[in-house]
């Protein structure tokens, strides 16, 4: 079956260090969705991404769809002590808007002060 | 209402117990969407309703479990003869339509003794 997978598991980074997380789909999708999830909370909608090649900023968080509609990464610029949690992607699970998402396993960011 | 609401926050229950866990949608939304996420992994999907109807509950693991929502608004995932394997954190969440960002509850803790 259809399989999202993101790389790494875990990333231990010094404050102010960048961080990138990878996305990775076993099909192609129409469009990718981004959450966050601080320890002990619930998943935080990110952002959506629709076109291939999309690039799309959030402040020092910068997120980029694939050009095959099959990959996407999550970029942060100079991490801070706010940034600790998981991130998740998440694809459409099957043709049209089934409104099924499939979530990666998530990357787990710690971040030194 | 402001946010997604998941009622009760936390239940333990005896193996081979009935239990309701509750959601209450944000007003306006008419996409609801039930998962279970398990520690380290992500939100796994269940079932999604549009409107009344269950448009999806290709992810409803076996006939224990049910959900409805019979008014369009609040819906209710019952599982029947519960199993410890069942343990987990069950997220509903709500959103305008099944392309549209979820938001998320803050889930129910189920845990089988």
């Known amino acids: 079956g259809q399989q999202v997978m993101q790389i790494p598991q875990y990333q231990h980074v010094q404050e102010g260090e960048d961080f990138t997380t990878y996305c990775n789909s076993s099909?192609?999708?129409?469009?990718i969705q981004w959450y966050k999830q601080r320890p002990g909370g619930h998943p935080v909608f990110l952002i959506q991404l629709v076109k291939s090649g999309e690039v799309k900023k959030q402040k020092r968080l910068t997120f980029q769809f694939g050009e095959a509609k099959k990959n996407s990464s999550l970029h942060i610029t100079a991490t801070q002590t706010t940034d600790v949690g998981t991130y998740f992607c998440?694809?459409?699970?099957?043709?049209?808007?089934?409104?099924?998402?499939?979530f990666g396993q998530g990357t787990t960011l710690q971040v030194k002060p | 209402g402001a946010g997604v609401s998941q009622t009760p926050s936390n239940k333990v229950t005896e193996k081979g117990k009935y239990v309701e866990l509750r959601c209450d949608p944000i007003s306006g939304h008419t996409a609801l969407y039930w998962y279970r996420q398990s520690l380290g992994q992500g939100p796994e999907f269940l079932i999604y309703f549009q409107g009344t109807g269950a448009a999806d509950d290709s992810g409803l693991p076996n006939d224990r479990f049910f959900a409805v929502r019979p008014e369009g608004s609040v819906s209710t995932l019952k599982i029947q003869r519960t199993e410890r394997g069942d343990s987990a954190v069950y997220l509903c969440?709500?959103?305008?339509?099944?392309?549209?960002?979820?938001?998320f509850g803050s889930g129910t803790r189920l845990t089988v003794v």
């Open positions: 998440a694809g459409p699970g099957g043709s049209g808007n089934t409104g099924k998402l499939i």
């Open positions: 099909t192609t999708l129409s469009n």
């Open positions: 969440a709500s959103s305008f339509g099944p392309a549209d960002g979820y938001t």
